[in-house]
């Protein structure tokens, strides 16, 4: 910062106690100038933009190779002083004060406020983030920028499937040093849960086996990232919960109740270089024997979120995108072989949809979370 430039920077008015936005709310707040002299400014501005990315590396023998990838989602651009003959951002919108004047290129030495407001997209973005850039000639630019927290709503027409409730399946015969049969039928109440919610699991099962048998719960997360038509897959434990043990020759109804917890991430269904998803298995332990397990899809919303088909949410702009036909299912094999690495391949990713909101996901993949688990 130049000894002109005592100091820049860009606030954002809060709208509520988290500090969150999303769709359709207007982001409101000022960039803060403090001048220790006359300054001459060529441009003042405040961009707000959206974008994610990815990053891994991985080595092919004595070869370390990047992969990498960026989507752009928009950008706008609002000045407060702007040159006359700048030609490149003439359709950006040029603000002005509060008795409708232009501000002045000449800035007296003190502390100086410029108020902005943008409204958010219908359809939410990754990273939401201001970034306010100051120009003067013969100097380099000075520049201030802070993130947005923001929030995805959920589409009407998606909460049919959220509220959906989910069943399955599974019956296996003893081998070895078991004989008989297990088996269980597991439903849970929906596919849509919000932060810190409990996911309701109704098993009803059957242990004809010689031996006792327990009913065990697991929620995890697969993060899957996309570069150069690759994908680096990782998957990783979140919580994990044992049931009461079943007799031998007993058939019995287990509900339980798995917490999700209030600080999980969200779902990310609709990026084109970035999943989220999670899944609740549930599995019998059955001693010297392969245990039989279900797995369902579960879509983690934020905890401001309300799943009621009594009461739908009027919401509108972003929903989540199941199904996105340019990526790969849970279980999808490789396309080919590729390196020593947990790497999956999936079909290159086309135009980019609407992604979900900052702070979901790790902006690069954390290479210790990867594994052969899938």
């Given at each position: 910062m130049s000894s002109t430039v005592k100091n820049i920077s860009v606030n954002c008015?809060?709208?509520?106690?988290?500090?969150?936005?999303?769709?359709?709310?207007?982001?409101?707040?000022?960039?803060?100038?403090?001048?220790?002299?006359?300054?001459?400014?060529?441009?003042?501005?405040?961009?707000?933009k959206g974008k994610a990315e990815v990053l891994w590396t991985e080595r092919h023998g004595n070869i370390t190779v990047v992969y990498h990838s960026k989507d752009k989602y928009f950008s706008i651009k609002q000045y407060f002083i702007r040159e006359q003959k700048g030609q490149e951002d003439d359709l950006q919108a040029l603000l002005t004060d509060q008795s409708g004047k232009a501000y002045c290129n000449v800035v007296a030495p003190g502390c100086h406020v410029y108020p902005f407001t943008f409204q958010i997209p219908a359809q939410g973005k990754i990273v939401y983030s201001l970034e306010a850039k100051l120009s003067r000639s013969m100097r380099i630019d000075s520049k201030a920028s802070t993130k947005i927290n923001f929030v995805s709503r959920v589409d009407p027409d998606s909460i049919l499937m959220l509220m959906k409730p989910q069943h399955e399946s599974k019956d296996k015969k003893m081998k070895f040093l078991n004989s008989g049969t297990v088996g269980m039928d597991v439903n849970i109440e929906?596919?849509?849960?919000?932060?810190?919610?409990?996911?309701?699991?109704?098993?009803?099962?059957?242990?004809?086996?010689?031996?006792?048998?327990?009913?065990?719960?697991?929620?995890?997360?697969?993060?899957?990232?996309?570069?150069?038509?690759?994908?680096?897959?990782?998957?990783?434990?979140?919580?994990?919960?044992?049931?009461?043990?079943?007799?031998?020759?007993?058939?019995?109804?287990?509900?339980?109740?798995?917490?999700?917890?209030?600080?999980?991430?969200?779902?990310?269904?609709?990026?084109?270089?970035?999943?989220?998803?999670?899944?609740?298995?549930?599995?019998?332990?059955?001693?010297?024997?392969?245990?039989?397990?279900?797995?369902?899809?579960?879509?983690?919303?934020?905890?401001?979120?309300?799943?009621?088909m009594e009461q739908p949410p009027a919401y509108a702009g972003f929903g989540l995108a199941f199904g996105n036909p340019n990526q790969p299912a849970w279980n999808a094999a490789p396309q080919h072989p590729f390196a020593p690495q947990p790497v999956e391949h999936p079909f290159a990713p086309q135009p980019v949809e609407p992604p979900p909101p900052y702070g979901t996901y790790e902006m690069y993949p954390s290479l210790s979370d990867f594994d052969k688990k899938c």
């Open positions: 008015n809060a709208i509520n106690e988290k500090n969150t936005f999303t769709s359709g709310d207007f982001v409101s707040g000022q960039i803060t100038l403090e001048l220790a002299k006359d300054c001459q400014i060529d441009s003042l501005s405040i961009k707000f929906k596919m849509g849960y919000c932060q810190g919610e409990g996911i309701k699991v109704v098993a009803s099962i059957q242990n004809n086996s010689s031996r006792e048998i327990k009913p065990k719960y697991c929620v995890y997360r697969k993060h899957s990232f996309f570069a150069r038509g690759e994908r680096r897959v990782g998957t990783k434990d979140l919580l994990k919960e044992v049931g009461e043990p079943i007799p031998p020759s007993a058939n019995q109804t287990v509900t339980r109740v798995i917490n999700i917890p209030p600080d999980i991430d969200t779902s990310i269904l609709n990026c084109s270089i970035i999943k989220a998803e999670y899944r609740l298995r549930v599995y019998l332990d059955v001693k010297y024997a392969s245990d039989p397990e279900i797995k369902f899809p579960i879509v983690i919303l934020p905890a401001s979120q309300v799943l009621a």
